[in-house]
């Protein structure tokens, strides 16, 4: 299981980004995260950059699949839904579903969702 953004698990430092000029301006191999937008997926791919998406609908985590997201990042609802898809698809793309607390890692094992990130991670990035 994959867990981001607890003080007691290491993971990987990520960078939010909300357009093309603020992706020039990280370091080379950073891990980028942002909210889906068309345009930043078909950058990322085209230039085989490392990132993760924010998304809002299945349609959405199919496109960020598709582009080699590293991680689909969703809601409660939505996470069970598109494990369910990734799992059948066998997508290389990983769901995570955010948490509010280590209380809710339990509920993300037994729902068997790829894993969880913290909703405080996803909210203080630049």
Not at 5 to 10: A, K, R, T
Not at 27 to 46: M, Q, R, T, V
Not at 68 to 82: E, F, T
Request: charged share 25%; proline share 2%.
């Amino acid at each position: 299981m994959i867990i981001i953004g607890d003080s007691l698990v290491p993971f990987e430092e990520f960078y939010k980004v909300s357009n093309i000029n603020e992706i020039k301006d990280t370091k080379p191999n950073s891990l980028l995260f942002f909210a889906y937008n068309e345009e930043l997926l078909k950058y990322c791919y085209k230039e085989k950059l490392n990132f993760f998406v924010y998304i809002s609908s299945i349609k959405e985590g199919l496109y960020a699949s598709s582009l080699n997201s590293k991680y689909i990042v969703c809601s409660n609802s939505l996470a069970k839904q598109m494990q369910k898809i990734a799992d059948n698809y066998m997508f290389d793309t990983k769901v995570l579903k955010v948490i509010y607390k280590s209380d809710d890692l339990e509920e993300v094992a037994l729902e068997e969702i790829d894993g969880a990130i913290y909703s405080e991670a996803l909210k203080g990035k630049n």
